[in-house]
Each structure stands twice: as structure tokens, then as C-alpha cells.
């Protein structure tokens, strides 16, 4: 069964910016609930990324491609957050693809309705903030291990921090997540398992 947009906005309050009984009942009014299917494009290339999209149930990723290769950039699944960020600021067209990668239930918060709610409410104005703050931290947090650890390293962090997308992703996205071809990454999973079996 469905949580209701009360429900869902309690879990965003709870994992990113604690609102009050009113801020809950606010945030609630404009959350869109929305059904995708595996294999479906939540949104394409070429679009203007409107909404912020809450995970409730499922697993999306963002991809783009280059040099004719689909390149994962980012998974979510549920409890997180998905959009592309300078397509969502900028209300310009993106290059970046999202795609559900499981049967998937997302919670959408439309630009438009929260740009309204972020100047007049200070409760939402300090959740967009946070929920800001949090994918800004991720994202320097995953370009950073991309420049500076090993492959043996950035898959033992993927295992450490996010375990959901080794378990329930498909290899080929999480190799490009990584930045390893996919046989690569078979060699790095076999040399970390042999070593965490001694």
C-alpha cells in the first residue's frame, strides 16, 4: 500500500529538516504521487527538470551519454532525493536522463509550487536548504573519490555507504558509477571478497 503525502512528507522531515505539524501539512499539499515501471524514463534528455523527486519505493538512476556510452552519474532509491540540479536552478534543458531501474514509486515536489512555499514559508525555505546542502556534500563527496581513491577503494565505499546499489543494481550501471569497465569491477569485487573471506 501507498504511504499518503502526510505520510511522505513526515519521512522527508525526518530524514532531512525536522518541520513542525504545519510545515508537515504544507509540505504535504504539493507532493505529486507518480508510478513509474521498470525500464521507464522519468525524465529525458533535452527537458527542464520541474520537480524534485522523493524516492518512496524503488531505485532510479541519472545517467548521460558520452562518446555513445550511457554513463551512470547518480542512483537513488528510497528515503533520497532525485533531480538534476543545474537543470532544476536554472529551469534550462538538461543532458541528463533518469530512468527507473526497479518498479518505483516517486513523490514529486514541483518547482514552481516550492519556489512559491520557499518565499513565504521559512520552514520550507530551511528544508530546500538542507535537502541543497545534502546533494551538493554527495555529489563533491563522489568526485572526490573518483580523483583520488583506488577502484579497490571507491567499491569498498560504494559497499560501506550505499550496499542497496551493490545489491540491487545491475554491474554494468555500477561500473560506469564507478568509472571501471565492467571487467574491472568484477576483478575488484573478487579481490575484495577473497580478502574479507580471510
Same mark, same amino acid.
Given at each position: %500500500?501507498? !504511504?499518503?503525502?502526510?505520510?511522505?512528507?513526515?519521512?522527508?522531515?525526518?530524514?532531512?529538516?525536522?518541520?513542525?505539524?504545519?510545515?508537515? =501539512?504544507?509540505?504535504?499539499?504539493?507532493?505529486?504521487?507518480?508510478?513509474?515501471?521498470k525500464g521507464d524514463t522519468i525524465m529525458?534528455?533535452?527537458?527542464?527538470?520541474?520537480?524534485?523527486?522523493?524516492?518512496?519505493?524503488? %531505485?532510479?538512476? +541519472?545517467?548521460?551519454?558520452?562518446?555513445?556510452?550511457?554513463?551512470?552519474?547518480?542512483?537513488?532509491?528510497?528515503?533520497?532525493?532525485?533531480?538534476?540540479?543545474?537543470?532544476?536552478?536554472? *529551469? #534550462?534543458?538538461?543532458?541528463?536522463?533518469? #530512468?527507473?531501474?526497479? !518498479?518505483?514509486?516517486?513523490?514529486?515536489?514541483?518547482?514552481?509550487?516550492? +519556489? @512559491?512555499?520557499?518565499?513565504?514559508?521559512? =520552514?520550507?525555505?530551511?528544508?530546500?536548504?538542507?535537502?541543497? =546542502?545534502?546533494?551538493?556534500?554527495?555529489? +563533491?563527496?563522489?568526485?572526490?573519490? +573518483? $580523483?583520488?581513491?583506488?577502484?579497490?577503494?571507491?567499491?569498498? @565505499?560504494?559497499?560501506?555507504?550505499?550496499?542497496?546499489?551493490?545489491? @540491487?543494481?545491475?554491474?554494468?550501471?555500477?561500473?560506469?558509477?564507478? *568509472? %571501471? %569497465?565492467?571487467?574491472?569491477?568484477?576483478?575488484?569485487?573478487?579481490?575484495?571478497? $577473497?580478502?574479507? !573471506? !580471510?
Amino acid at each position: %500500500m501507498d !504511504n499518503n503525502p502526510k505520510d511522505i512528507a513526515r519521512e522527508i522531515s525526518r530524514l532531512y529538516c525536522p518541520l513542525s505539524a504545519q510545515g508537515i =501539512e504544507t509540505l504535504a499539499s504539493i507532493l505529486l504521487p507518480l508510478k513509474f515501471q521498470k525500464g521507464d524514463t522519468i525524465m529525458a534528455e533535452g527537458t527542464i527538470c520541474n520537480a524534485l523527486y522523493y524516492v518512496q519505493k524503488g %531505485m532510479v538512476r +541519472q545517467y548521460y551519454y558520452k562518446n555513445s556510452k550511457d554513463v551512470t552519474e547518480h542512483f537513488s532509491f528510497e528515503g533520497r532525493i532525485v533531480f538534476c540540479i543545474d537543470s532544476f536552478l536554472k *529551469q #534550462e534543458p538538461s543532458r541528463l536522463i533518469v #530512468e527507473a531501474l526497479e !518498479n518505483s514509486v516517486l513523490y514529486a515536489i514541483p518547482y514552481n509550487k516550492l +519556489q @512559491r512555499l520557499v518565499t513565504e514559508d521559512p =520552514e520550507i525555505s530551511r528544508l530546500y536548504r538542507k535537502i541543497l =546542502e545534502h546533494v551538493a556534500i554527495s555529489s +563533491q563527496e563522489h568526485a572526490d573519490s +573518483q $580523483r583520488f581513491e583506488s577502484a579497490i577503494e571507491r567499491y569498498e @565505499r560504494l559497499l560501506r555507504e550505499k550496499p542497496e546499489i551493490v545489491l @540491487r543494481a545491475p554491474l554494468v550501471h555500477i561500473a560506469s558509477f564507478l *568509472q %571501471m %569497465m565492467p571487467e574491472t569491477l568484477s576483478r575488484v569485487r573478487n579481490f575484495v571478497n $577473497r580478502s574479507g !573471506n !580471510n
